[in-house]
């Protein structure tokens, strides 16, 4: 080969790569979604640096390596250099602030989300410095405006379900149906079934004292889902290629599929929640899809156990804060027939107002719940949000707003009751979310913590054990879509309760006679 043509060449080839990096990013990734196809991407651009590599040799190309590590420099050089200048300049997020590097990738976002996992802080931190419509990503918004659950998550919104939604892909939860479509006789199953059990098994954690090797796989699995929701299409390459996330997640689905086949293969004839859920797939009277009903096996696992138990931790570091609290609720658990008397506990005054106050300081979804705008974009307050606009409405900082709730981040269930003028602006507080998508497990979460707490707090003093500040519960939360506390010892003294004995005879009587399934929730779900 002439010397000409050994140093010409490589510039060729370099021109040809950069001009394919320009025109990939402005005719394929500028366009549309990609997450689930990010896989595939890595998949077919390793094919293609072998390739080309081989091909080179095989023309007897002595700098083959030279060359193929030039394509792959120019490709990515000017893939990376025209996104920046789309992002900077053109992008039509361009007039809202946020931090430099936000704007370019969200990799930024997962780089600083990953040492410490508390996106729900580094969200807060954002509001603080930016205002209320912060650029948290090319193409994504978070939004501190009071009205932002009413416009993404309304009946009448436009909005849809976020990218985020497909991380269980190809299972196809009911929380992973992201658009209209399909969605409603989903619901109607789902709102059926939520009388009852979830898969009508104890894990015997209680018996056992120590946790499930199933809710440690929870924890691990979730973990990974911390640090990647900013970046949902890393999540897919990481579960596709990463050994040890690959495994953490396939664990977690291999549960789900199990926990849904034990129902699907072994004919347990008991009605749970899982029944109906099969029952409606075997009616269709087609060939049952798995995928729907392991999909929504998972979560059940997931938002109906994790949310409960999570919630209970706060409300006990509530308790054991204050005891004053414990004693007013008490009193007024004694009011009622019987500690276990559902409708009644969901009356209590300031039990309730505890519970609320609970759940608006340390919301069990603290950032989760992502949305989209489709092709009309949509207005808050009075800021318009261009089309497919990823939006952020992180629960955590909205409830803790100054402008909705006087001394916002102080604990004062008071608010809910006697002192509602220190409650400005109700409508960041939406620790259930609004509209369609709202829990359908409401109803049977609280009733789950109501009556948890009922018993505790009329058998036992609460307080915190010895050694135990109270403060790791909340210095070493994770944000992983739902909130992962940390430790929190909790000391139970027994009372000398002889009304409580007398009422739980008579009540454990009752139930058994109306509804059994009523604990097994907490238990099993
Ligand atoms: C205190 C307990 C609970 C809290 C605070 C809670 C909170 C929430 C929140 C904030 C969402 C919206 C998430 C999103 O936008 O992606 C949600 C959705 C959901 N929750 Fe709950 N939840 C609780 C208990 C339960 C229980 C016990 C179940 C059922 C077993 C359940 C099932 C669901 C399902 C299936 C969805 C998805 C609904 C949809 O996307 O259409 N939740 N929950």
Not at 18 to 45: C, D, K, M, Q
Not at 458 to 483: C, H, L, N, Q, Y
Request: proline share 5%; glycine share 8%; charged share 20%.
């Amino acid at each position: 080969m002439s010397r000409t043509a050994e140093t010409s060449l490589p510039i060729g080839i370099a021109a040809t790569a950069a001009v394919a990096g320009l025109l990939s990013h402005n005719l394929l990734f500028i366009r549309g979604e990609h997450h689930l196809s990010a896989p595939t991407y890595v998949r077919l651009g390793c094919l293609a640096f072998i390739s080309f590599f081989l091909l080179r040799i095989k023309n007897g190309q002595e700098l083959a390596l030279l060359e193929t590590i030039t394509a792959v420099a120019a490709y990515f050089g000017m893939l990376f250099a025209s996104m920046t200048l789309y992002r900077l300049t053109f992008h039509p997020l361009c007039s809202f602030p946020g931090p430099f590097m936000f704007r370019l990738s969200k990799l930024w976002h997962v780089f600083r989300v990953s040492p410490a996992r508390k996106n729900y802080l580094i969200l807060d931190q954002l509001h603080y410095q930016y205002g209320d419509f912060v650029r948290t990503g090319p193409s994504e918004l978070t939004v501190f405006h009071p009205a932002v659950f009413e416009v993404i998550g309304g009946a009448r919104t436009s909005c849809i379900k976020a990218p985020w939604y497909d991380m269980l892909y190809p299972m196809v939860a009911i929380n992973s149906i992201r658009d209209k479509e399909g969605y409603a006789p989903r619901r109607r199953v789902w709102d059926t079934a939520l009388n009852l059990k979830a898969f009508n098994k104890s894990f015997g954690m209680l018996d056992k004292h120590e946790w499930s090797g199933s809710v440690q796989l929870l924890r691990n699995g979730l973990g990974i889902l911390g640090f990647m929701t900013p970046a949902p299409w890393l999540a897919h390459v990481a579960f596709t290629f990463a050994p040890k996330s690959r495994l953490l997640w396939q664990s977690l689905v291999n549960f789900a599929k199990s926990m849904m086949g034990d129902r699907l293969y072994k004919d347990i004839a008991k009605k749970d929640v899982s029944y109906w859920m099969i029952e409606a797939e075997r009616q269709k009277g087609e060939e049952l899809n798995l995928n729907n009903l392991y999909g929504d096996a998972f979560a059940v696992i997931i938002a109906g156990s994790h949310t409960v138990a999570t919630t209970l931790i706060f409300s006990l570091h509530g308790l054991a804060k204050n005891k004053h609290m414990q004693d007013r609720i008490r009193a007024e658990i004694k009011s009622l027939v019987s500690w276990d008397d559902v409708e009644g506990l969901g009356e209590l005054t300031f039990f309730n107002a505890f519970l609320n106050e609970t759940m608006r300081l340390y919301p069990v979804v603290p950032t989760g719940g992502i949305r989209m705008t489709k092709t009309e974009g949509i207005t808050i307050g009075d800021t318009f949000i261009p089309p497919e606009t990823t939006i952020v409405a992180p629960r955590y900082s909205l409830s803790r707003l100054e402008s909705c709730f006087e001394r916002a981040s102080e604990f004062i269930p008071e608010r809910w009751t006697t002192k509602p003028e220190m409650i400005k602006d109700k409508r960041p507080y939406n620790p259930f979310n609004n509209g369609r998508h709202s829990c359908p497990g409401k109803n049977l979460g609280l009733m789950e913590v109501r009556l948890c707490l009922s018993i505790l707090i009329s058998r036992f003093d609460i307080a915190f054990a010895p050694g135990e500040s109270g403060t790791d519960v909340f210095m070493d939360m994770t944000d992983s879509f739902t909130a992962n506390p940390g430790a929190l010892n909790i000391m139970f003294s027994e009372r000398n309760m002889p009304d409580y004995d007398a009422n739980r005879q008579k009540s454990t009587i009752e139930s058994r006679s109306t509804s059994g399934s009523v604990y097994g929730g907490v238990m099993s779900a």
